[in-house]
C-alpha cells in the first residue's frame, strides 16, 4: 500500500514536470509565419466570440481562426498574400464583415529586420441582424414560459421541448434557410452552466439524507410545547425555523416537511391551520435568500455572476434578517385574532401521537448529516480562499456523507431529482439561445437606455420589476434569462462593479413569490398539502396576506441594498 | 399512483358486509359529512372506518428536490392525525370508530378500498364550491361508479 502511494505521487511528480517545462516551451514558441490579430465587438462593446476569422489570398485560404471569450482573435497566416489580402469575419446572427488590407498591410506582413510580420487591426464592430431563428428562439422562450405558467406541461418537458425546438430548427431549418439557425449542440453545451448542476446534485444528495431525520419535526413539536398556547410565539419560531431551513434546504423540501406537522399543531390548538401555514410560506420565500444555496435561483445568480457563499452572507444576509423581522411584525398584526383564541387541550392519544409524528426518525444518520453539514458551511465560506468553489464543496460534503452513512446508494440515486437537473439543462440551452440570437443584448440595450447612468432608479426598477413578473411568471426561467442583462448593466453602470444589481434580482425574484399563489413552488406544495387536510387556501386569500407581505419585504431588502452599497 | 407499502400504509380491520366507511379529508368543510357519517353507524349499530386518501397529485407543482416518498410518510402521519381526531369524535358518541390510511389517486384508492373491505355504507362529502375537492358532476359519475363496481350504498352528505 505504502510502496504503491510512493509510485503513484513519483509518476504525479514527473507528470507535472513534464506538463511545467515542457508545455510552455511548445505553446509560447515563437511562430515564424506572418500574424494578423484584432478584436470583434458587438455594438454595445461587447466582445462577439466564436466568429470565423478567416484570411485570403485572392481566392486563397491562407489563414483561420476563431475569436475568442474575450472577443480577440489571431490568425496566423500560411503565407504572405502575393495578390490581395481579404479578411472576412462571419458568425451566426451578425452581418458579414470585409476588410481588404492596403499595400500598408501587406508591408507589416512582411515584416523587417528578420522578423515575422504581424498585422493589428482596430476593433471591429460587427452588427447584429434580426434572422428568422431570432423569432424563434424568442417564441420558444416565451411558449416555455406559458406552458410552465398554465401547467399544460411538466417544467422539465417544456424545458426539453424548448431545447428541441431550438436544435430542430437549427439542423433541419438551416439547410434550407441559412436564417433559421439557431445554435449548434456543442455551442449549446458551452451554455450550460456545469456549477450549478453539480451544486444542485450535491446538495440534493444531503439534503435527501438530512429531510428523512425528522429533525425539522421534532423541533416544530417542542416550539409547540415551549410556547404553551402563546399562538403568537409559536408562530414566531415557526417562521423563524422555516426561514432557517429554507436557507440551508430548498424552499419546497422545506414547507413538504414544516406544512403535514404545522397543521397538526394548529388542529392540536383548534387554531386554524393557515395562519400558521402562510405565515410559514411567507417566512420560507423570503428565508431562502439568506444565501446561496436555499434557492435556485441564488444558486444561479452565484454561479453566474462568480458570487461566494460569503459574498452572499456579507451583502444579502443582514438585508434577509431584516425582512423576516418586519414579516414577523406584518403576521403578527394580521393575524391577531387568530392568534388570540386558542382552542383545550389534546386528549392524552393525540398528544402522544402528535409527539409520535414529530420524532427524530434516524438519529444516527441526523448526528453524521448534522457534522458533514456544518464541515459544509465552514467550506462554503472559508472555502473561497482556496478557490473552492460552492459546487466542489457541495459535491465533497455530499460523497463524503454517503461514505459515512453507507445507504443505499440506489436509493439515493433516485432521490435525486434528475427532472429538475434536466429543467436546468434545457432551460441553460434556451436562455442560451436567447443570448446566441441577440434577444437578450437588445434588452440589455432597452434596459440600459432606460435607466441611463442612475444606480439607484435601477436597484429600484430592476427589484420590483422581477417581483411582480416573479408573482406569475417560474421565477427560475426569469432569472436564468436576466442574468446577462444584469451582467451588463454591471459592466456599464457607474457604481454598479459592487454587483449589487444581482442582490436586487435576487430579492425581487425570490422574495417576489410571495405576491401570489402561483408565484412560488413553495405556496403551491403548501396549499396542496392543506387542501388535503380539508383547509384550500384561494389564490384569493394567499394574495390577501401575500401582496402586501411582498411589497413589505421586497421595500425592506431593497432599501438594506441601497444602505449597505 | 402507488399504494403505501406495508411500512406506510394504515388499515383499519377488515368489515365484511357490515360497517360504515366515510372518505374524508378532515377540515371545517367536512364537519356536515363527518357528522352524518356518525350518525349513520350510531343508527345501524355497525363500526365506522375513517378512510383518508392522500392524494399527492399536487406535488407535480414541486420543481425542486421534493421527493414523492417524503410527501407520502409526512401525509400519511398527518392523515393518521386528523383521522385520530374524528375517530375520537365518534367514540365520544358512543360508535366504535377506527381509520385507515392510503395513498394514491383518490378515484382508484377509494374503489380499491371498498373492494377490499365490503363495508355495508359508504358516507362521502357534498361538495360546497369553494373548499371541494371534487365537483358536484364528478361526484355524481363517481357514486354511480363506486355503487357499480362494488355494490355498497353511498350517502352524499
Request: with cysteine.
Amino acid at each position: 500500500m505504502h510502496k504503491h502511494a510512493v509510485w503513484i505521487l513519483t509518476i504525479s511528480l514527473v507528470l507535472a514536470l513534464f506538463l511545467c517545462l515542457g508545455l510552455p516551451r511548445d505553446v509560447l514558441a515563437a511562430d515564424p509565419r506572418p500574424t494578423i490579430g484584432g478584436r470583434l465587438l458587438d455594438s454595445h462593446g461587447e466582445p462577439v466570440y466564436h466568429a470565423q476569422v478567416s484570411v485570403w489570398d485572392g481566392n486563397d485560404l491562407i489563414g483561420e481562426a476563431e475569436s475568442n471569450a474575450d472577443g480577440s482573435f489571431l490568425v496566423i497566416l500560411e503565407r504572405v498574400p502575393q495578390r490581395e489580402l481579404r479578411v472576412h469575419i462571419r458568425r451566426p446572427h451578425f452581418h458579414d464583415w470585409e476588410w481588404i488590407g492596403d499595400s500598408h498591410a501587406l508591408r507589416q506582413l512582411q515584416g523587417s529586420g528578420g522578423e515575422s510580420g504581424y498585422l493589428f487591426i482596430p476593433d471591429v464592430q460587427m452588427q447584429r441582424r434580426v434572422t428568422i431563428g431570432f423569432w424563434v428562439a424568442v417564441s420558444t422562450f416565451v411558449g416555455l414560459l406559458i406552458l410552465i405558467a398554465l401547467e399544460k406541461l411538466h417544467n422539465t418537458l417544456s424545458a426539453l421541448l424548448g431545447m428541441a425546438v431550438i436544435f430542430l430548427v437549427s439542423y433541419i431549418g438551416a439547410p434550407i434557410n441559412s436564417d433559421f439557425f439557431i445554435l449548434d449542440f456543442e455551442r449549446a453545451l458551452q451554455y450550460i452552466n456545469f456549477e450549478v448542476f453539480f451544486l444542485v446534485l450535491g446538495m440534493m444528495i444531503v439534503i435527501s439524507v438530512v429531510e428523512g431525520t425528522g429533525i425539522f419535526q421534532w423541533l416544530s413539536y417542542w416550539a409547540y410545547r415551549i410556547a404553551q398556547g402563546r399562538v403568537w410565539l409559536l408562530s414566531i419560531v415557526l417562521m423563524s425555523l422555516t426561514g432557517l431551513a429554507s436557507a440551508l434546504l430548498d424552499n419546497v423540501t422545506t414547507m413538504l416537511l414544516m406544512t403535514p406537522i404545522s397543521l397538526q399543531i394548529a388542529l392540536a390548538l383548534q387554531l386554524n391551520p393557515l395562519a400558521l401555514l402562510i405565515p410559514e410560506v411567507l417566512a420560507s420565500n423570503v428565508g431562502g435568500i439568506a444565501t446561496m444555496v436555499g434557492t435556485p435561483t441564488n444558486i444561479l445568480i452565484g454561479s453566474y455572476a462568480n458570487l461566494s457563499f460569503s459574498d452572499f452572507l456579507r451583502n444579502l444576509t443582514p438585508g434577509v434578517l431584516l425582512s423576516h423581522v418586519v414579516l414577523i411584525a406584518y403576521v403578527q398584526i394580521v393575524f391577531r385574532k387568530e392568534y388570540r383564541s386558542v382552542g383545550t387541550a389534546l386528549s392524552a392519544t393525540l398528544e402522544e401521537k402528535l409527539a409520535e409524528n414529530a420524532r427524530i426518525t434516524r438519529p444516527v444518520e441526523l448526528r453524521k448529516a448534522g457534522v458533514v453539514f456544518i464541515g459544509m458551511l465552514v467550506l462554503f465560506v472559508l472555502g473561497e480562499r482556496i478557490h473552492l468553489g460552492p459546487a466542489v464543496t457541495a459535491l465533497i460534503g455530499a460523497i463524503l456523507l454517503l461514505v459515512w452513512i453507507r445507504p443505499n446508494v440506489d436509493e439515493i440515486l433516485v432521490s435525486v431529482d434528475w427532472t429538475t437537473l434536466l429543467f436546468f439543462i434545457g432551460l441553460f440551452v434556451c436562455v442560451g439561445a436567447l443570448e446566441e440570437v441577440g434577444f437578450i443584448g437588445q434588452i440589455a440595450t432597452a434596459l440600459g437606455n432606460l435607466v441611463g447612468e442612475h444606480l439607484t432608479f435601477t436597484v429600484v426598477l430592476l427589484t420590483y420589476a422581477a417581483a411582480l413578473l416573479s408573482m406569475v411568471v417560474a421565477n427560475i426561467p426569469f432569472t436564468a434569462a436576466m442574468l446577462p442583462v444584469v451582467a451588463y448593466l454591471t459592466r456599464h453602470l457607474p457604481g454598479a462593479e459592487n454587483y449589487m444589481l444581482f442582490y436586487a434580482l435576487s430579492i425581487g425574484a425570490a422574495m417576489g413569490g410571495n405576491g401570489s399563489l402561483i408565484g412560488a413552488s413553495a405556496n403551491l406544495v403548501t396549499a396542496g398539502i392543506a387542501e388535503r387536510a380539508g383547509y384550500p387556501i384561494s389564490y384569493k386569500d394567499f394574495m390577501r396576506y401575500g401582496l402586501p407581505s411582498m411589497i413589505l419585504t421586497v421595500t425592506v431588502g431593497m432599501l438594506w441594498l441601497l444602505f449597505h452599497f | 399512483m402507488e399504494v403505501f407499502d406495508e411500512k406506510n400504509r394504515t388499515e383499519a380491520h377488515p368489515i365484511g358486509d357490515r360497517g360504515v366507511v366515510c372518505a374524508t379529508r378532515g377540515g371545517q368543510g367536512s364537519e356536515p359529512t363527518v357528522a352524518a357519517a356518525i350518525a349513520t353507524a350510531r343508527e345501524r349499530g355497525e363500526p365506522l372506518t375513517f378512510l383518508y386518501i392522500a392524494d399527492l397529485e399536487f406535488m407535480r407543482h414541486a420543481l425542486m428536490g421534493a421527493r414523492t416518498d417524503l410527501a407520502a410518510e409526512e401525509m400519511r402521519k398527518m392523515g393518521e392525525f386528523i383521522m385520530l381526531t374524528l375517530v375520537e369524535q365518534a367514540q365520544k358518541q358512543g360508535v366504535e370508530a377506527d381509520f385507515a390510511v392510503r395513498k394514491g389517486r383518490f378515484r382508484d384508492e377509494l374503489i380499491a378500498y371498498l373492494q377490499e373491505m365490503r363495508p355495508s355504507v359508504l358516507v362521502l362529502g357534498r361538495p360546497k364550491p369553494e373548499t371541494a375537492y371534487l365537483d358536484p358532476d364528478t361526484l355524481a359519475r363517481l357514486i354511480e361508479e363506486i355503487q357499480t363496481q362494488t355494490g355498497v350504498s353511498v350517502i352524499s352528505a
